[in-house]
Nanobody
Framework: QVQLVESGGGLVQAGGSLRLSCAVS??????YAWFRQAPGKEREFVAG????????DYANSVKGRFTISRDIAKNAGYLQMNSLKPEDTAVYYC???????????????????WGQGTQVTVSS
């Protein structure tokens, strides 16, 4: 059974940085993405990367500030978040597709496995 566990969230001041981790067990981390959900809002795409790291995509709101990556040896994914803003406050979710070499898409229901999320709070 595939499981994803996020970590690294917390409280940070505006302008600060956090690095989220996504530990994967039960399957190899192929195409995956990060989504976030703020209170009262829908879950939205943040960043995604395809299985061979050729295709990387970011939401306009985080482009230039966030970086998605992976560690193949650790079977883990990461989201480096710099220059954080109060509007980045949300629960952040790691998600991956069932098929290792799936194409990358931004659609929420395209992804098959989800973690429980980690809270990121940015104070002004």
């Amino acid at each position: 059974q595939v499981q994803l566990v996020e970590s690294g969230g917390g409280l940070v001041q505006a302008g600060g940085s956090l690095r989220l981790s996504c530990a994967v067990s039960g399957g190899a981390l192929g195409t995956y993405a990060w989504f976030r959900q703020a209170p009262g809002k829908e879950r939205e795409f943040v960043a995604g990367i395809n299985w061979n790291d050729v295709n990387i995509d970011y939401a306009n709101s985080v482009k230039g500030r966030f970086t998605i990556s992976r560690d193949i040896a650790k079977n883990a994914g990461y989201l480096q978040m710099n220059s954080l803003k109060p509007e980045d406050t949300a629960v952040y979710y790691c998600t991956m597709t069932k098929y290792f070499n799936a194409v990358l898409r931004r659609t929420l229901d395209y992804f098959d496995y989800w973690g429980q999320g980690t809270q990121v709070t940015v104070s002004s």
